[in-house]
Each structure stands twice: as C-alpha cells, then as structure tokens.
Nanobody
Framework: QVQLVESGGGLVQAGGSLRLSCTASGRTFSTYAMGWFRQAPGKEREFVAAIRWTAPTTFFADSVKGRFAISKDSAKNTVYLRIDSLKPEDTAVYYC????????????????WGQGTQVIVSS
C-alpha cells in the first residue's frame, strides 16, 4: 500500500501561482511513477502531469505545457506540481496518484490515489 496526501490548494487570483505537494508513505519502493490529475466540476478526471519516481523523466498533457511543472524531492518522498499563470479553467480538485508500472496518462494505471486538494481560480 502507498498512502498519498496532497496539500497546497486554495483560492488564487487569475495570473497567480500555486505549488501543490503530494507526500507518499508506505511501500513507495513499488512506485514507478507519480501523476497529477484534476477534475473540474461536471467534467471527467483528466491527466495533467507525471514524473518517474526514480528518475527525472516527466510528461505533461498538451493543455498544460508551459505553465505546469512537476518535480520531486526523493528525500521527502514528495512530488510537487507548480502551476503558473493560473486561469479560471484551472479550477478543479487536483489529485496525485501512484503508478506501479509505467509513466502513463491513463487513470486506470494509477493504483493509489490521494484525497485531492481543491484549487479555485478567481477571475
């Protein structure tokens, strides 16, 4: 089992920045990649970004390239998602998740999920 806890969400004005954190505990050695997803009201959950747990390899959804950055601090078992130039359409619950097999974009490959952190961007 891997436990994931997100933090860092909140209410932000458009144009601002946020850094979301996801701290993992438990059997983290079984993790291949960590991903961030988001779900806006009335919409399906969508992939945002992912990073390999033991390497700096990253992958981003086309819709967020250039504004989102994903990084990790292995010593802290923490993955970060920085969002710059926030837009109202970034409003969503952001989830981190652990994939034991691949650096993938599909939610089905991610076995462990955090509880989510809410991001609200005001215009």
């Amino acid at each position: 089992q891997v436990q994931l806890v997100e933090s860092g969400g909140g209410l932000v004005q458009a144009g601002g920045s946020l850094r979301l954190s996801c701290t993992a505990s438990g059997r983290t050695f079984s993790t291949y990649a960590m991903g961030w997803f988001r779900q806006a009201p009335g919409k399906e959950r969508e992939f945002v970004a992912a990073i390999r747990w033991t390497a700096p390899t990253t992958f981003f959804a086309d819709s967020v390239k250039g504004r989102f950055a994903i990084s990790k601090d292995s010593a802290k078992n923490t993955v970060y998602l920085r969002i710059d130039s926030l837009k109202p359409e970034d409003t969503a619950v952001y989830y981190c998740a652990a994939n034991p097999n691949a650096l993938g974009t599909g939610s089905r490959g991610y076995v462990y999920w955090g509880q989510g952190t809410q991001v609200i961007v005001s215009s």
